[in-house]
T-cell receptor, first 115, second 111 residues
Framework: GAVVSQHPSWVICKSGTSVKIECRSL??????MFWYRQFPKQSLMLMAT?????????EQGVEKDKFLINHASLTLSTLTVTSAHPEDSSFYIC???????????FGPGTRLTVT | DAKTTQPPSMDCAEGRAANLPCNHS???????VYWYRQIHSQGPQYIIH???NNETNEMASLIITEDRKSSTLILPHATLRDTAVYYC????????????FGGGTRLMVKP
């Protein structure tokens, strides 16, 4: 089946620094990728929809200048958390839609801890 | 996308069938029922989806009522590795559509 990878799987950074998370579709092309955030014991919350070659669409309440999304190719989307703060500590998950099978495939997630 | 309602938690004995219900009374005609599960600290995993007919694959069976207002995911022989949060999601069958996750059902399979 289709595979989506994320890198890194976990990262610890200091408050005020920026962190980039990569999401790759390994064996299929994805015009659209999605970024979710999940806090402990909560469900996944959609942050933004990433479209190849165009600007991302952010959900209400998500700061686009803080969470920079770039979808430069059909197999790669990146999420950059700028000027990270402890409250940004969370589990970040991406997904990609496979056009052929109409299914969403999820990455393994990236656990971000901001100290 | 239509809203879904699931019980917050369920227990199941190892080796027995796990039946997870989902209500989606506002589902529209072109919306599918998808099931995903999330094992602790991992990304969600696709299980199965259907429109109106019952579906079966190597992981599970999906039973959709005739009026499509509810469905049941069946894990025929639950194992300890099936302990996870199971999400029922209703959406159009379009790879460009986002998935809206509700609270899901936390299934605990016990020995």
């Amino acid at each position: 089946g289709a595979v989506v990878s994320q890198h890194p799987s976990w990262v610890i950074c200091k408050s005020g620094t920026s962190v980039k998370i990569e999401c790759r579709s390994l064996d299929f092309q994805a015009t659209t990728m999605f970024w979710y955030r999940q806090f402990p014991k909560q469900s996944l919350m959609l942050m933004a929809t990433s479209n190849e070659g165009s600007k991302a669409t952010y959900e209400q309440g998500v700061e686009k200048d803080k969470f920079l999304i770039n979808h430069a190719s059909l197999t790669l989307s990146t999420l950059t958390v700028t000027s990270a703060h402890p409250e940004d500590s969370s589990f970040y998950i991406c997904s990609a839609g496979a056009t052929i099978s109409y299914e969403q495939y999820f990455g393994p997630g990236t656990r971000l801890t901001v100290t | 996308d239509a809203k879904t309602t699931q019980p917050p938690s369920m227990d199941c004995a190892e080796g027995r069938a796990a039946n997870l219900p989902c209500n989606h009374s506002t589902i529209s005609g072109n919306e599918y029922v998808y099931w995903y599960r999330q094992i602790h600290s991992q990304g969600p995993q696709y299980i199965i989806h259907g429109l109106k007919n019952n579906e079966t694959n190597e992981m599970a069976s999906l039973i959709i009522t005739e009026d499509r207002k509810s469905s049941t995911l069946i894990l025929p022989h639950a194992t300890l590795r099936d302990t996870a949060v199971y999400y029922c999601i209703v959406t159009n069958n379009n790879a460009g559509n986002m998935l809206t996750f509700g609270g899901g059902t936390r299934l605990m399979v016990k020995p």
